[in-house]
């Protein structure tokens, strides 16, 4: 199970990292803008279309 804390896409909020936000770039003919939306850091993201996985780079 992939969760919302292994997204490029997951910012978290607080210290503990538990919460955060899924921020996506969105373009239209006219522009381009960002999206919010507040996710739990272990939530589900199997069925996620915006899902990419973070890469460590070490």
Do not use: I, W
Request: proline letters at 5%; aromatic letters at 10%; one cysteine or more.
């Amino acid at each position: 199970m992939t969760t919302c804390q292994e997204c490029k896409s997951f910012f978290p909020l607080d210290e503990d990292q538990a919460k955060g936000d899924c921020v996506q770039r969105v373009k239209d003919p006219r522009q381009a803008y960002y999206m919010a939306k507040p996710v739990n850091a272990e939530d589900d993201c199997s069925s996620c279309a915006s899902f990419h996985k973070k890469e460590f780079v070490q």
